[in-house]
């Protein structure tokens, strides 16, 4: 395999999580007596520029589909971080009518409804047909592609650049990196602003994320090898924000590499942290796979001793990340009955490869649980508030990332 950055030679593995469909592929009834596909899950780390990386067997093109399920607008905590910094970069840039934001992968409008109100020009790039007709009914003006330079040629050709380009949690899921940054460097206005999130590479190696490594994720970042990917494409960081979202993520502040804002301090913090976390040690990934398979055999036996001690146990959240750990654990229905999901998109379909049915989360009020498994992590403690009520009947909250815990 080659790095899909440098084109370096690739041979250590950070993680080997066997075989898995691709986590978004919720199934219907009809699909159950239908042959599902399974790609080899491998995660492999380059020694050159470090970017860490899925191993290569499938296509984006066949990840996200026009019925893609996951809806930004479900999580409330991620709506509220969301406005934070719609209303913090208005202030920050002083936008008003006269400039242009763009966000790419806009999903269903999650984010850019707030520049809406906020009457400042908005553009939304989302390839997938189900959440960018809902962005549309927002009143958000999108273009149905994925992005990259040939897309961003063409909307600079046609007049279309940004002083505000944002991108969050969707650098992972780029096949070309090069192509994707290039794109956004033809895509910015000199003086412009580009703001990339994604979950910081060190705190998976640190709290064994290893639930968040799935095909539609092609990569996991460092501000190490971001910086490297940037440089390489005439761009760079300028300023780093340190986030909760997704269990520890990273907000850059990117401009074009001859722009006259100086780096911050942020910067050369964020990279030494790093440094001194090993990020550019290969020991630090070579004990990553033993680590993930002590969470496995943890939650193999705490299901096991359900079944055996006669308790209930249901799962809250059928996000992609709980369908990484479920399969990789060989988790079953005959182990977890049922997942809870709010997503309607969800609802009355199944789990890919475990075909846990997912319901509603009213089945709850009936069922109530002696366990409640929340599968998306990074937001438990929405959804304990939500919850509350089960609590109060008994039902017990764990998670099982880093470890097994009662929360």
Same mark, same amino acid.
């Given at each position: 395999?080659?790095?899909?950055?440098?084109?370096?030679?690739?041979?250590?593995?950070?993680?080997?999580?066997?075989?898995?469909?691709?986590?978004?592929?919720?199934?219907?009834?009809?699909?159950?007596?239908?042959?599902?596909?399974?790609?080899?899950?491998?995660?492999?780390?380059?020694?050159?520029?470090?970017?860490?990386?899925?191993?290569?067997?499938?296509?984006?093109?066949?990840?996200?589909?026009?019925?893609?399920?996951?809806?930004?607008?479900?999580?409330?905590?991620?709506?509220?971080?969301?406005?934070?910094?719609?209303?913090?970069?208005?202030?920050?840039?002083?936008?008003?009518?006269?400039?242009?934001?763009?966000?790419?992968?806009?999903?269903?409008?999650?984010?850019?409804?707030?520049?809406?109100?906020?009457?400042?020009?908005? &553009?939304?790039?989302?390839?997938?047909?189900? *959440?960018? %007709?809902?962005?549309?009914? !927002? @009143? /958000?003006?999108?273009?149905?592609? +994925?992005?990259?330079?040939?897309?961003?040629?063409?909307?600079?050709?046609?007049?279309?650049?940004?002083?505000?380009?944002?991108?969050?949690?969707?650098?992972?899921?780029?096949?070309?990196?090069?192509?994707?940054?290039?794109?956004?460097?033809? &895509?910015?206005?000199?003086?412009?602003?580009? *703001?990339? %999130?994604?979950?910081?590479? !060190? @705190? /998976?190696?640190?709290?064994?994320? +290893?639930?968040?490594?799935?095909?539609?994720?092609?990569?996991?970042?460092?501000?190490?090898?971001?910086?490297?990917?940037?440089?390489?494409?005439?761009?760079?960081?300028?300023?780093?924000?340190?986030?909760?979202?997704?269990?520890?993520?990273?907000?850059?502040?990117?401009?074009?590499?001859?722009?006259?804002?100086?780096?911050?301090?942020?910067?050369?913090?964020?990279?030494?942290?790093?440094?001194?976390?090993?990020?550019?040690?290969?020991?630090?990934?070579?004990?990553?796979?033993?680590?993930?398979?002590?969470?496995?055999?943890?939650?193999?036996?705490?299901?096991?001793?359900?079944?055996?001690?006669?308790?209930?146990?249901?799962?809250?959240?059928?996000?992609?990340?709980?369908?990484?750990?479920?399969?990789?654990?060989?988790?079953?229905?005959?182990?977890?009955?049922?997942?809870?999901?709010?997503?309607?998109?969800?609802?009355?379909?199944?789990?890919?490869?475990?075909?846990?049915?997912?319901?509603?989360?009213?089945?709850?009020?009936?069922?109530?649980?002696?366990?409640?498994?929340?599968?998306?992590?990074?937001?438990?403690?929405?959804?304990?508030?939500?919850?509350?009520?089960?609590?109060?009947?008994?039902?017990?909250?764990?998670?099982?990332?880093?470890?097994?815990?009662?929360?």
């Amino acid at each position: 395999m080659k790095c899909r950055h440098c084109d370096s030679e690739i041979s250590k593995t950070m993680a080997d999580l066997r075989f898995a469909p691709p986590s978004n592929a919720y199934l219907t009834e009809a699909d159950l007596h239908k042959p599902e596909i399974w790609f080899p899950l491998r995660i492999m780390v380059c020694e050159q520029c470090w970017l860490v990386q899925t191993e290569d067997y499938s296509a984006a093109n066949g990840l996200f589909t026009q019925d893609y399920a996951y809806f930004s607008s479900t999580s409330s905590s991620w709506l509220a971080h969301a406005k934070r910094f719609c209303d913090d970069i208005i202030r920050d840039l002083k936008l008003n009518k006269n400039h242009q934001v763009v966000e790419i992968a806009c999903n269903d409008g999650y984010l850019l409804k707030n520049f809406v109100e906020a009457q400042i020009p908005c &553009l939304g790039i989302e390839p997938t047909a189900s *959440t960018a %007709e809902a962005a549309k009914q !927002l @009143n /958000i003006p999108v273009i149905g592609e +994925f992005f990259g330079n040939t897309l961003a040629q063409k909307m600079a050709n046609d007049g279309i650049q940004a002083n505000l380009i944002v991108a969050n949690n969707v650098y992972a899921h780029v096949p070309d990196i090069n192509d994707f940054t290039l794109g956004l460097k033809t &895509l910015l206005k000199p003086q412009g602003t580009i *703001t990339l %999130e994604f979950q910081h590479v !060190l @705190n /998976i190696l640190k709290f064994t994320q +290893f639930d968040t490594l799935y095909h539609e994720h092609f990569s996991y970042h460092s501000l190490h090898a971001v910086n490297s990917i940037l440089f390489h494409n005439q761009l760079r960081v300028y300023r780093v924000v340190p986030l909760s979202t997704h269990g520890g993520s990273l907000r850059v502040y990117i401009c074009h590499r001859d722009d006259p804002r100086i780096t911050e301090a942020s910067v050369t913090n964020t990279l030494k942290e790093e440094a001194e976390g090993g990020i550019t040690r290969i020991s630090t990934y070579a004990v990553f796979q033993a680590r993930v398979e002590a969470i496995k055999t943890q939650l193999q036996l705490f299901l096991l001793e359900l079944k055996t001690s006669g308790k209930s146990i249901a799962a809250y959240g059928a996000a992609a990340k709980g369908n990484t750990l479920l399969n990789y654990a060989g988790v079953t229905p005959d182990l977890l009955p049922f997942v809870c999901d709010a997503a309607p998109s969800k609802q009355h379909k199944f789990m890919p490869g475990s075909h846990i049915p997912i319901v509603a989360p009213g089945v709850l009020e009936k069922y109530k649980p002696d366990f409640l498994l929340i599968l998306p992590w990074n937001i438990a403690d929405e959804i304990k508030t939500q919850l509350d009520y089960l609590r109060k009947a008994g039902t017990r909250f764990i998670t099982a990332i880093p470890e097994l815990r009662e929360i």
